[in-house]
């Protein structure tokens, strides 16, 4: 049913910037909280951000400060914008839409690869 089309990884320097975008192919709960998560070789998958239907953001304390997650549900999609990145945020990215009651939606997962 609903696919969640990643966008946006690649190759980044030391400090630089990506943004990443994620769209459901088709329409869903506007209410529904979405989020960002990744996983990094031999570490177990983890929270990056979410964000609700109302505007409602959270965020590892790793990247606070430096990520913005934020949500267009007009478009049905949901952004991650990443700034400041260090190596340390090399993981493959994946995108969530949480279903109350249900199985959650998951994205393919995108590759962040962040290298000098």
């Known amino acids: 049913q609903v696919q969640l089309v990643e966008s946006g990884g690649g190759l980044v320097q030391p400090g630089g910037s990506l943004r990443l975008s994620c769209a459901a192919s088709?329409?869903?709960?506007?209410?529904?909280?979405m989020g960002w998560y990744r996983q990094a070789p031999g570490k177990q998958r983890e929270l990056v951000a979410t964000i609700t239907g109302d505007g409602t953001t959270d965020y590892a304390d790793s990247v606070k400060g430096r990520f913005t997650i934020s949500r267009d549900n007009a478009k049905n999609t949901v952004y991650l914008q990443m700034n400041s990145l260090q190596l340390e945020d090399t993981a493959v990215y994946y995108c969530?839409?949480?279903?109350?009651?249900?199985?959650?939606?998951w994205g393919q997962g995108i590759q962040v690869t962040v290298s000098s």
């Open positions: 088709e329409t869903i709960t506007g209410w529904y909280t």
């Open positions: 969530n839409v949480d279903r109350p009651l249900r199985l959650d939606y």
